[in-house]
């Protein structure tokens, strides 16, 4: 069993920065596929970013290409995503996920607003 927790969101200005850190517990999740997901209220689940084991690859959805990054510390157990340019559309819960084959984990999820 893999456990996952999020750090705290928050409340952020148009056009700041948040990094938002998600802490693998229970085994390491060195060759775990690591996912950021969001939902806004009333919307459907969506990917935001994603990054194989040795971080090597990386996947962004459309509209955060360019402005968040992703990034992984294995030896720490810990994935990163960095969010740059915060638009109020980027308002949402943040979900940390951990996958490899059939094994899919999933954080608790931490709010992020953006607004002024």
């Known amino acids: 069993q893999v456990q996952l927790v999020e750090s705290r969101g928050g409340l952020v200005q148009p056009g700041g920065s948040l990094r938002l850190s998600c802490a693998a517990s229970?085994?390491?999740?060195?060759?775990?596929?690591m996912a950021w997901f969001r939902q806004a209220p009333g919307k459907e689940r969506e990917f935001v970013a994603g990054i194989s084991g040795s971080g090597s690859t990386t996947n962004y959805a459309d509209s955060v290409k360019g402005r968040f990054t992703i990034s992984r510390e294995n030896a720490k157990n810990i994935a990163y995503l960095q969010m740059n340019s915060l638009k109020p559309e980027d308002t949402a819960v943040y979900l940390c996920?951990?996958?490899?084959?059939?094994?899919?984990?999933w954080g608790q999820g931490t709010q992020v607003t953006v607004s002024s």
């Open positions: 229970g085994r390491s999740v060195s060759y775990y596929y």
């Open positions: 996920a951990a996958r490899r084959g059939n094994e899919d984990y």
